[in-house]
């Protein structure tokens, strides 16, 4: 079965710029988040979704960082303009719906490092 | 509201040597509580879990973890650690089963 996938693995833009990351959780898991990793520090959510609806966006910078998961499926995050302190890792993960195997487990992807110049 | 705490940022120990890493947590009912590990690169791979019932829970490459609710403690153990196992540790607590809580991490360092 294949796992969380993300890319790119790797980011590095220059301040203003826009980026965005794309994830594709594993299939079949309705419930996906985007979780914010600064160094030395755990993941903190994002925004989670439960298929095609964000039911949790209030960590969100919504100035600018945007979300969206059309059909349910992959997600995409969004950071326009990027700004210094936006350099991290963004973790995708997903869970599978409530009363399958792995039920309140988050499996997680490798994560996108963005470094931000 | 919920908190998480590992008092320790890192730990070293040698190898074939046994290890505890402290976890506390702040929740008002039975928390569901997990141990992930983080290897450098990597994304974070679930250990163990704690929902209900036993409060010694096994879970991969030899990690067991025991619920304490008197002491809001979910400490993570292994008797004996192995060179691969130096990464990163997390502890989480979950509101229900969609809503989770991460620890600042417990680096592992292994000594040959």
């Known amino acids: 079965e294949a796992g969380v996938v993300q890319s790119p693995r790797y980011k590095i833009i220059e301040k203003k710029q826009p980026v965005a990351f794309w994830c594709n959780p594993i299939s079949g898991h309705n419930t996906l988040y985007w979780y914010l990793q600064n160094l030395g520090q755990g993941p903190e959510l994002l925004i989670r979704?439960?298929?095609?609806?964000?039911?949790?966006d209030s960590q969100l910078p919504k100035d600018r960082f945007s979300a969206e998961r059309l059909k349910g499926v992959d997600s995409t995050l969004k950071i326009q303009p990027a700004e210094l302190g936006d350099s991290a890792v963004y973790l995708c993960?997903?869970?599978?719906?409530?009363?399958?195997?792995?039920?309140?487990?988050?499996?997680f992807g490798e994560g996108s490092r963005l470094t931000v110049l | 509201a919920q908190s998480v705490t590992q008092p320790d940022i890192h730990i070293t120990v040698s190898e074939g040597a046994s290890l505890e890493l402290r976890c506390n947590y702040s929740?008002?009912?039975?928390?569901?509580l997990f141990w992930y590990v983080q290897s450098p690169g990597q994304g974070l791979q679930l250990l163990l879990k704690?929902?209900?019932?036993?409060?010694l829970v096994q879970g991969i490459k030899g990690f067991e973890a025991e619920f304490k609710r008197s002491q809001s403690s979910f400490n993570l153990r292994k008797p004996s650690v192995h060179w691969s196992d130096a990464a990163e540790y997390f502890c989480?607590?979950?509101?229900?089963?969609?809503?989770?809580?991460f620890g600042t991490g417990t680096r592992l360092k292994v000594l040959a």
């Open positions: 979704y439960e298929n095609e609806e964000a039911v949790d």
């Open positions: 704690y929902f209900s019932g036993d409060t």
């Open positions: 929740y008002g009912a039975t928390p569901y």
């Open positions: 989480a607590v979950g509101e229900g089963t969609y809503k989770y809580i």
């Open positions: 993960a997903s869970s599978p719906p409530s009363g399958s195997p792995g039920t309140g487990e988050l499996f």
